[in-house]
């Protein structure tokens, strides 16, 4: 039986690494008490909560965090019209704290996130794996079967090109989670019992061709490289799917870390994810999702972007005109989901103008 690490009498880590340039997103309907694991780690860095639900119910948060908090009221008052972009009732709200930041790089976890233990024992500080992966490189062009050779200890193996030892910049480091693994509901019901103990001290990029299924609570990006993809699309309240938004941002990160030449990195850290959600309640987001996927998977392996494509908006929208084309035929939600791409990256560059030379 795995447990979540005791964290209790950890010293807060007064040299945290960047912590004046990252900014932890938290979306929440419920008091933050799962940060008093997390302080030792945490406390140092600037949160960004996004609070789901109803606007006038309050968030407690425990002294000692700088923060700052946005409901609903807030989203609509700073985007106006453009807010239809952001999910209700959903975890895809999380986006728009991507999108209020003004750090270089995000963390993003689940507040039924705890911290796990390494099989020494020890506590894992998933927030530091998270930059250590962010500032190493990443090896997408090539498969290195020692896993992630920037890492103390490893390498590049006998038969890697040197050509391509430099890597590339990485954009992503997607982490994994003990206990309650991230399972689809139908996986949930006839495993209802199962619980991940396996601890796997690696890190590997993802290969350049290869999708995966991006998990949003235990997750970190280079928002000034990656950032306006994040978008976690239309989900929750009013729509037709749910618990897909970060595995339809992961789909069209990929494809766009592929086509500007970016890593994702999965692996380590591993978070401690502490209660299942309900199954049934599960099936009913994700039903229409499991018979999509398996046309919207060959559309994002299909995908190629135009040599005009140079930045991350620019592929995301020439993104949001073939999901227009391609999967609005599978459904008419997929015509309102272009749409709602197109006005997140309007509303992300309202938000984040580009100063130019």
């Not at 061709?209 to 991006?214: I, N, Q, W």
């Amino acid at each position: 039986m795995v447990e979540p690490a005791n964290t209790v009498g950890i010293p807060l880590n007064h040299a945290a690494l960047l912590k004046d340039e990252l900014d932890i997103v938290i979306p929440t309907i419920r008091n933050l008490d799962f940060l008093e694991m997390w302080r030792p780690f945490l406390q140092p860095y600037h949160l960004i909560i996004v609070q789901d639900g109803d606007p006038s119910k309050t968030i407690a948060v425990p002294e000692g965090f700088d923060y700052e908090l946005y409901n609903r009221n807030d989203i609509n008052r700073i985007l106006g019209p453009k807010a239809s972009c952001i999910s209700f009732k959903d975890s895809a709200c999380r986006c728009f704290g991507y999108m209020v930041s003004k750090k270089k790089y995000i963390f993003t976890i689940d507040d039924d996130c705890f911290v796990a233990k390494d099989p020494s024992g020890k506590a894992v500080n998933a927030l530091e794996q998270h930059i250590k992966n962010l500032l190493c490189p990443s090896s997408p062009l090539f498969f290195n079967t020692l896993y992630d050779p920037y890492r103390e200890g490893a390498d590049f193996v006998r038969g890697y090109p040197f050509s391509l030892r430099e890597g590339v910049s990485t954009a992503v480091s997607h982490g994994l989670w003990l206990n309650i693994p991230d399972y689809d509901a139908p996986t949930q019901l006839v495993k209802p019992k199962e619980r991940n103990t396996r601890y796997v001290d690696a890190v590997m990029t993802i290969p350049k061709g290869t999708l995966f299924p991006m998990c949003g609570m235990n997750l970190a990006f280079d928002r000034e490289l990656i950032g306006p993809a994040m978008y976690f699309g239309l989900m929750g309240d009013g729509q037709p799917i749910g618990r897909y938004d970060d595995m339809w941002a992961g789909w069209c990160v990929k494809v766009i870390c592929d086509h500007l030449g970016l890593g994702v990195k999965t692996g380590l850290p591993y978070i401690y994810h502490s209660k299942a959600s309900n199954p049934f309640v599960n099936l009913k987001k994700e039903y229409k999702g499991i018979f999509w996927q398996e046309d919207i998977i060959p559309f994002f392996q299909s995908a190629k972007l135009s040599k005009e494509a140079v930045t991350v908006q620019q592929c995301y929208i020439e993104l949001s005109k073939m999901v227009k084309e391609k999967l609005s035929p599978i459904d008419p939600y997929f015509d309102k989901l272009a749409d709602a791409m197109v006005t997140w990256i309007e509303a992300w560059d309202e938000l984040n103008p580009v100063t130019k030379a």
